[in-house]
């Protein structure tokens, strides 16, 4: 008879250790959350990905990267709601100051800018969302 493994998966194994930053990792359920937040983003479902993000908290990651990971990708999926736009500015200034180098050279960012800003030239272009467009280089 063979050696039976239990298979456990990456949100069961990342509940049984917590949030740490053994090996400066920052494995842990916070993380997974994080990850999970990313890949629903990328396949396009925002309101599932602005949903994710309002139950985490990315201030318990240990990591600075990862907590500007979380406001990018919070604030791009609240750039593809409709009436969000604000908010998804406010996201984003949050990562900037979290790391304003992982922010404003971050090409998903630079993209999602450009769009606010195109958007907004209709209306008033707001002085936060200016300042970053210039800041990461855009013509404003």
Do not use: C
Request: no cysteine.
């Amino acid at each position: 008879a063979r050696d039976r493994v239990d298979s456990v998966t990456i949100s069961e194994l990342a509940a049984r250790t917590g949030d740490g930053n053994a090996y400066w990792l920052g494995f842990g359920p916070t993380n997974v959350a994080l990850w999970r937040m990313a890949a629903v983003l990328e396949a396009g479902d925002y309101e599932r990905a602005v949903t994710l993000a309002e139950s985490i908290d990315p201030q318990v990651h240990p990591n600075k990267s990862r907590q500007a990971a979380y406001w990018i990708d919070y604030g791009r999926s609240l750039a593809r709601l409709r009436g969000r736009h604000e908010d998804a500015v406010m996201a984003l200034r949050h990562a900037e100051a979290v790391s304003p180098l992982h922010t404003l050279r971050n090409p998903y960012v630079r993209d999602v800018l450009a769009e606010l800003l195109a958007r907004a030239r209709r209306d008033a272009v707001g002085r936060d969302l200016r300042g970053m467009a210039y800041r990461a280089g855009l013509p404003v």
